[in-house]
């Protein structure tokens, strides 16, 4: 049974600060892996997606790696800005739909 | 162009009442998700549909939940005698096809008291 964890759980930083968001999968057979935004008592942000087959994406400040042998993806967020507070999501489609990690609540302070 | 809209917002409702969510996803999508988020368990799929196709229940936790989606456009959720621990955020998404890029709406929050 796939299962997608995600560490840490909360994160604090000073603006500015550049950040790693740390996301793993149990089953390396997947599809996809999408990453995710989601604002206080809002849905959910889509930033990024990556196929089974590609390395990485970017957009903006914003670069996701993927490596689907090791089961793990990285979202890297650059000069990080009070804006950029919220919960960020992995996601990984293997069968019909996503299964989602917990998330990171990330907390950037000006 | 408009994104996934969901309707109500929000619903409260008595235990033991029926309820329907509705969806209405990007036009053109032919897959369109329903996934429950509560505080407990995270997020969780419930259903999905694909163009014709009979639909994936896999995720339902109950036969008090069913869903349509009529003309591939608009789907609805319902939850029929509702329980207290069916309380939760209900989000549809939509994507062109299985394994694309899913667009989500902004959820239904119900409560049931």
């Known amino acids: 049974k796939q299962e997608v964890t995600q560490i840490p759980a909360a994160l604090s930083v000073p603006e500015g600060e550049n950040l790693v968001l740390n996301c793993s999968f149990t089953d390396s057979a997947i599809y996809n892996l999408q990453w995710f935004r989601q604002d206080p008592g809002k849905g959910l942000t889509s930033l990024l997606l990556i196929q089974s087959s590609q390395r990485e994406q970017t957009s903006g400040r914003l670069n996701a790696s993927l490596d689907k042998s090791s089961g793990r993806s990285t979202l890297y967020i650059a000069a990080s800005q009070p804006g950029d507070s919220a919960t960020y999501l992995c996601a990984v489609q293997a069968g019909t739909a996503l299964i989602f990690g917990k998330g990171t609540t990330l907390s950037v302070s000006s | ?113």
């Open chain 2, 1 to 113: 162009g408009a994104g996934v809209s969901q309707s109500p917002s929000n619903k409260v409702t008595e235990k033991g009442k029926d309820v329907e969510l509705r969806c209405d996803p990007i036009s053109g999508h032919t897959a369109l998700y329903w996934y429950r988020q509560s505080l407990g368990q995270g997020l969780e799929f419930l259903i999905y549909f694909q163009g014709n196709s009979a639909p994936d229940k896999s995720g339902l936790p109950s036969d008090r939940f069913s869903a349509e989606r009529t003309g591939g456009s608009v789907s609805t959720l319902t939850i029929q005698r509702t329980q207290q621990e069916d309380s939760a955020v209900y989000l549809c998404a939509s994507s062109l096809a299985r394994s694309d890029e899913q667009f989500f709406g902004p959820g239904t929050r119900l409560t049931v008291l």
